[in-house]
């Protein structure tokens, strides 16, 4: 059927429109381009989301707040955590204004031996953090660009992570001398397996992607490939994994005190307090509890921004 | 800013006046009748009813208005075609009628009137479960998903039957074995206990096309369920369906972007742009004759339509977003013939036929003037294209030369070769495609040239004369780089996601500091982004905020500022929506004339290759199987696999499509055991892969 | 199938074999004062203690000593326990103990499983709501918080709640209790967390929306489609968690000073017992790997898409 022949009987009047509108407009190419795309911005988005909850932004704040209490403390108080008292009066004093967290058996300050403490743990935790993700991350690199460290590094990854993982560090503790340096060891020498395979499996995926195969068809070289293709990409990664290393390794500290093999007895960290107090308990509640509660609230802390972030930091939750 | 909105919104909502609300009335009244005039048209009653159906979705804390008021009739015993490009809210509406929109999407107004229930109104999921599956059932695009990939082909079938009617298990089994026969599966009863990895893409979409039917839906939903499917696949589950709908009067809803499959199984067409149906009619009426400006610039910019060597018709820009209200016509701004009432007023429907409706003020009787001069000026454009001729390869010299290339690979300790024997040559200034189905091996042969795979490659490529496969020096790795390019398929992963795109552009620029200063590089790289169609206030710019066809256009600029003389294109329209197409085959023919280029075109579809290429190359697993200029490959194909591709190929013409004749191709036909195949030039420039009595069987077949 | 399950037992008897090696050439290097009974430091003199180590054939090639101990190990015997329980042979000691850890391993290994299946089912359904927060709540501390830290407060406090023995007796059925669910506690948080995950992920894919639009009900796609593909990669969770528990019986065992091999450990450390600590540490890693083993076998058979027959 024809148009014009098409009965516009129904044709209502309220649809007739100024005839002047019905002469062609100018064209704007660039108005056509106009896109429906937002203007999204990962890391924008990133923070947002993860800043979006109060939780979130509490604990930040509380977890820098003791971290520069922790170093700082030093610096305004002059309590030294190492000063025994000889006077029987001085022991096992309950939380006073004095000594806010009382003192233990020998009569020194809790509150100070738990900023000590902290400091000591914090630095422990950041450069096992530090040496985990940071070798985990080249090897990760290493294992996903190079095929044949395949079957070396999966055999690693395997007995590593065969063996749980408090039996391996138990025997490295066991083995060496108990010290800063030799927890340090014990714990970096299986942490970074695992973060090597996580890594690689990111990189590989990385590897093969396209915008990754156009950099190498325009010849641009490892390094460059590294800074602008990989890292900006896994960096989300590295600071959730370098902040759920932390309560893990508090963790392995308290652990490994508690079965005999930790920090000599005279190092002042959250795990030897916590153990000592433990001993006490019975009697001296508190010599336990404070200490407790403080490393509590910094591994829940770091284990809930390292999982917070990690959800922050998947492009599907930024709704 | 947010305050004013918000005082606009109220404004809006406010109180009509009587005469207003009159007014409104009777455009409703009017509309609905142009709505329902095709009902004695159509084939039975009408089913389902949509009116006015809006989908709101909260995205990053925006609303965005996926589905604008979109009305549409549903008729038993029809296919009815809802055709649209990404994002025009096809499938979202669809979804409407089985409540399946995702959590953060609502119906935020109409009806869904089916059965005399209005589905929009359902809360709960009782009411839901009186309609899915049983009424109104669904088949989605990616048969490779849409199974459990842990549980048996049967059993995934049998509950249905099961749940629905309450069947016991041995009943259920048995019609189940039943539907398997019944959606082409060979051997049920021990199909029946197979896991879905265990059947191919198109097998999968059979059987998920046999739960879809199990319970004789009244509607049947298909969402684009061809689109992840090799040709020749697609061919077939098309028929399949159309003679499942046949035997049981089902009506079908197919949902897709692809005019051809359009023309093939529709009844009836619905086109949809930006969240609103704009035009509805007969698939005659639609394909032959359009009225709105969008349908017809998206017939017209098919590359079937094109002729050889000039531009074809594109729209040109992208898709509006939806996150911001509309005004007028939402294809206004990227039609270079619209009104300046298409800016100020949003139109209504207006009738063609009985039949045929469209949403444009083209057709009020004010606009008759101007509707008979666009008429006119598309006629003498159609009158004067003369095709170019075909590339003259007397004296021609060879670019690229590949011989005997094989890439192996190797899959949980097995080798395969992805690529197996390949020669072929490239000469300079010709585009030469590559066509295959999916796991041909195809990309593997671009990616092989390109250098990307060393370690598993065997054979040799030459370039310009120097052989380019094996070990390199530095400085022939420079050169390579500076001479070839390659461009990607998919616009989404082929751009780095946390890098500027002034830095995407200018990483090969970087490389070998092909620049003198910074302000030499910036010049470079607004010089190349005007070349290609793009803005240099988009330097600043992340990917996200492009469409797909923007970041194929980065994309291409990216290779091409290294100024290369051979190009291997990795199918870089296959992911992009119709209407952006043309506007990338454009600007690979305009690159390629004004920089002299030589193209690789891997592809997988027929149409847009033969739009665009010189010489064709099939592959089939890994073999080439037919290589010819383009007119000689498809006036006499030789080998069968070639002729099974050619015939799948959808045409967006329903008279053509619905008389196709699909020819199978199954590889068990050759016998190669005692006679070895070969590859062998049977005329002048036209290779064919077979064995001694096949080549004298397509001799014959030439000479007749 | 034959020749996967056998390239797999090859596979963990190297792994075996490496981590023998590995664990056995350190402790060659330890001080000797581990081999001495605490009286023979104060009355022995240079030469007898020499004698004694060579007796004990310290003195070898650490390579000879692993021959050896390999050797006897296939005769049953495990040398010699020195300070914890002196000269007893560790092979007695280990058979009467390991049944003790084994009990309430099973015991807690099931308990996890159940509770940790029941509370993830209980955070998908729901999911958002209090269930779920509370659930993850929970999850958050028995991650984060040492485990030694709620583990010592639940002995100290529940046991006096309940009224509950405060430490292990092998006659008092009640004493076993507080040990078992301790034990269970972070094997109940990983099932809970991976159960969620994996529920959560399946949810989101398109066979799942295909079997809500087939017409199944919310709860019957849960039950068979999403329940039932999370617990598939969950199986291959399992030797994980026999880790976790073995982990936590160290701790458990101690804190309740129940008889296993877990509270041996410890104590073979604190006493510093090496011939007792060197064949703990073997046991624990040669269950852990043959653990891991059968997750893998267990996984291949409840998962068709990893197909056996192939390579």
């Given amino acids: ?319 | 800013m947010k305050k004013n909105l918000k005082q606009a919104e109220a404004a809006s909502q406010q109180v009509l006046s009587p005469e207003e609300a009159a007014e409104k009335e009777a455009l409703r009244a009017y509309e609905s009748e142009i709505l329902t005039q095709s009902a004695p048209h159509h084939a039975g009653p009408c089913l389902l009813s949509a009116r006015d159906v809006t989908v709101k979705f909260n995205l990053r804390g925006k609303e965005l208005t996926a589905i604008r008021g979109a009305s549409l009739d549903v008729y038993e015993g029809e296919t009815l075609a809802i055709v649209g490009e990404s994002g025009s809210g096809k499938s979202v509406f669809t979804k409407t009628f089985v409540g399946m929109l995702d959590k953060n999407g609502r119906i935020d107004g109409g009806q869904l009137n089916f059965h005399g229930e209005d589905m929009a109104k359902y809360t709960k999921e009782a009411e839901w479960l009186k309609v899915r599956g049983k009424k109104i059932a669904m088949v989605f695009q990616d048969p490779m998903t849409s199974l459990n990939p842990v549980r048996t082909i049967g059993e995934q079938i049998a509950e249905v039957i099961m749940w629905h009617f309450g069947k016991t298990h041995d009943e259920a089994k048995a019609e189940t074995i039943e539907l398997l026969r019944k959606v082409g599966i060979h051997d049920p009863e021990a199909r029946y206990k197979q896991y879905p990895g265990e059947f191919s893409g198109g097998m999968r979409q059979r059987v998920v096309i046999a739960v879809a039917i199990a319970c004789r839906p009244e509607i049947l939903i298909c969402d684009e369920p061809t689109t992840a499917l090799d040709v020749t696949v697609q061919a077939q589950v098309l028929d399949l369906i159309k003679s499942l709908q046949k035997e049981y009067k089902m009506s079908v809803v197919f949902i897709t972007h692809d005019l051809g499959v359009v023309a093939n199984v529709a009844d009836w067409v619905a086109v949809m742009y930006a969240g609103k149906i704009v035009e509805y009619g007969t698939v005659h009426e639609i394909f032959k004759a359009a009225e709105h400006p969008y349908t017809k610039a998206l017939l017209r910019s098919l590359p079937q339509l094109g002729t050889k060597g000039h531009d074809l018709y594109s729209i040109q820009g992208t898709p509006p977003s939806l996150f911001k209200e509309i005004k007028g016509d939402a294809f206004a701004p990227r039609n270079a013939d619209a009104m300046k009432i298409d800016f100020e007023e949003e139109p209504p429907i207006f009738p063609v036929t009985d039949t045929h409706w469209a949403r444009t003020w083209l057709l009020s009787p004010q606009a008759e003037v101007y509707r008979a001069e666009l008429i006119k000026r598309e006629a003498e454009r159609m009158d004067n294209a003369v095709p170019e001729a075909p590339f003259n390869y007397n004296g021609a010299e060879p670019l690229l030369q590949v011989r005997d290339l094989s890439v192996q690979f190797k899959l949980s300790g097995k080798t395969f070769k992805a690529v197996d024997n390949v020669s072929f040559d490239i000469y300079k200034g010709e585009t030469l495609s590559l066509v295959g189905e999916s796991g041909s091996g195809k990309t593997t042969i671009g990616r092989a040239i390109m250098r990307i795979y060393t370690n598993n490659v065997s054979g040799k490529v030459t370039f310009k004369g120097d052989r380019i496969t094996g070990k390199l020096s530095r400085h022939e790795k420079k050169k390579l780089h500076m001479e070839m390019q390659m461009i990607f398929q998919d616009p989404m992963a082929s751009l780095n996601e946390r890098a500027k795109v002034d830095y995407i552009i200018s990483e090969g620029l970087y490389n070998y500091h092909l620049f003198e200063n910074e302000e030499d590089r910036v010049a470079k790289v607004e010089r190349i982004l005007e070349e290609v169609g793009l803005t240099s206030e988009f330097v600043s710019r992340f990917p996200h905020e492009f469409s797909g066809g923007q970041r194929q256009r980065i994309g291409i600029a990216r290779s091409l500022i290294m100024n290369p003389d051979f190009l291997v294109a990795d199918e870089p329209i296959s992911a992009l929506d119709v209407s952006i197409r043309a506007q990338v085959i454009n600007l690979l023919n305009k690159m390629k004339k004004e920089r002299s280029l030589t193209y690789l075109f891997i592809a997988h579809d027929l149409s847009a290759v033969r739009f665009i290429s010189d010489h064709i190359a099939v592959i089939h697993k890994g073999h080439l199987v037919e290589l010819a200029p383009c007119e000689e490959l498809f006036a006499h194909p030789l080998h069968p696999y070639t002729k099974a591709l050619l015939s799948a190929v959808p045409h967006p013409d329903p008279d053509v499509e619905r008389n196709k004749k699909l020819l199978h191709y199954d590889p068990a036909m050759h016998d190669y055991s005692t006679d070895k195949p070969v590859w062998v030039e049977i005329t002048p420039g036209h290779f064919v892969y077979g064995n001694d009595a096949e080549i004298r069987a397509y001799r014959r077949e030439l000479e007749l | 199938m034959a020749k996967y399950i056998l390239k797999r037992i090859v596979r963990s008897l190297i792994t075996v074999s490496i981590v023998f090696f590995v664990v056995f050439m350190p402790l060659r290097f330890m001080p000797l004062n581990g081999y001495f009974p605490d009286e023979m430091i104060k009355e022995t003199d240079e030469a007898t203690r020499m004698t004694y180590l060579r007796n004990l054939g310290l003195l070898d090639h650490p390579l000879i000593q692993l021959g050896r101990f390999v050797k006897n190990l296939f005769r049953g015997d495990l040398g010699r326990s020195i300070t914890v329980y002196a000269k007893v042979p560790i092979a007695t000691l280990l058979v009467e103990k390991i049944p003790v850890t084994a009990f309430l391993g099973f015991w807690s290994m099931l308990l996890g499983i159940v509770a940790g299946l029941a509370m993830g089912l209980m955070m998908v359904r729901f999911k958002d709501k209090l269930g779920d927060t509370l659930g993850n709540g929970y999850i958050m501390i028995v991650r984060a918080v040492p485990s030694l830290i709620y583990l010592f407060f639940i002995q100290i406090w529940v046991s006096k709640w309940f009224n509950l023995p405060l430490v292990y007796y092998d006659y008092k059925p009640l004493s076993w209790i507080l040990p078992i669910v301790s034990l269970s506690l972070s094997s109940v948080a990983w099932y809970a967390l991976w159960l969620r995950r994996f529920m959560v992920d399946e949810e989101n894919q398109d066979y799942v929306k295909f079997a809500t639009v087939k017409g199944l009900s919310k709860k019957a796609v849960l039950k068979k489609h999403v329940f039932r593909n999370a617990i598939i990669p969950l199986s291959a969770y399992l030797p994980s968690d026999l880790l976790n528990i073995i982990s936590g019986s160290l701790v458990i065992e101690t804190l309740y000073a129940i008889p296993g091999t877990g509270g041996l450990l410890t104590t073979a450390i604190k006493e510093q017992d090496n011939p007792l600590v060197q064949v703990l540490v073997l046991m624990y890693a040669v269950v852990s790997i043959f653990g891991v083993f059968f997750g893998d076998l267990l996984l291949a058979f409840v998962d068709p898409r990893i197909k056996l027959t192939e390579d």
């Fill in chain 1, 1 to 319: 059927m024809n148009r014009s022949e098409h009965k516009l009987c129904s044709f209502p009047k309220s649809l007739v429109r100024n005839q002047d509108l019905f002469a062609p407009a100018p064209f704007n190419a660039a108005e056509s381009e106009k896109t429906g795309a937002s203007n999204y911005s990962y890391w924008k988005s990133t923070l947002r989301t993860f800043f979006k909850s109060k939780a979130v932004v509490a604990l930040v704040v509380l977890v820098c707040g003791i971290i520069l209490m922790s170093f700082l403390y030093p610096v305004f108080s002059s309590v030294d955590p190492t000063k025994v008292s000889t006077d029987r009066q001085d022991w096992n004093l309950r939380p006073s204004l004095t000594h806010l967290f009382g003192t233990d058996g020998l009569g020194r300050d809790i509150f100070a031996r738990a900023w000590y403490g902290c400091r000591n743990s914090f630095l422990l935790a950041f450069c096992i953090a530090l040496s985990d993700v940071g070798i985990g991350m080249i090897m990760g690199a290493l294992w996903g660009y190079n095929k044949k460290l395949d079957p070396i590094m999966i055999e690693i990854y395997n007995i590593m992570t065969n063996v749980p993982s408090t039996v391996y560090l138990v025997l490295l503790a066991y083995i060496m001398n108990t010290s800063y340096l030799t927890l340090f060891i014990s714990m970096a020498s299986r942490g970074w397996i695992v973060e090597a395979r996580f890594f690689r499996n990111r990189i590989l995926s990385i590897r093969d992607s396209e915008y990754n195969i156009a950099s190498q068809c325009l010849g641009t070289p490892m390094r460059r490939i590294a800074t602008r293709n990989i890292i900006p990409h896994i960096i989300n990664l590295i600071i959730m994994e370098a902040a759920l290393c932390i309560p893990y390794s508090i963790g392995s500290e308290v652990f490994l005190g508690f079965v005999g093999v930790g920090m000599p007895v005279d190092a002042i960290t959250l795990g030897n307090m916590v153990n000592h107090g433990r001993g006490s308990f019975t009697l001296h509640p508190y010599q336990m509890l404070l200490p407790a509660a403080v490393l509590c609230i910094i591994t829940v802390a770091f284990y809930v921004i390292g999982n917070k972030f990690a959800d922050a930091s998947d492009p599907r939750n930024h709704v």
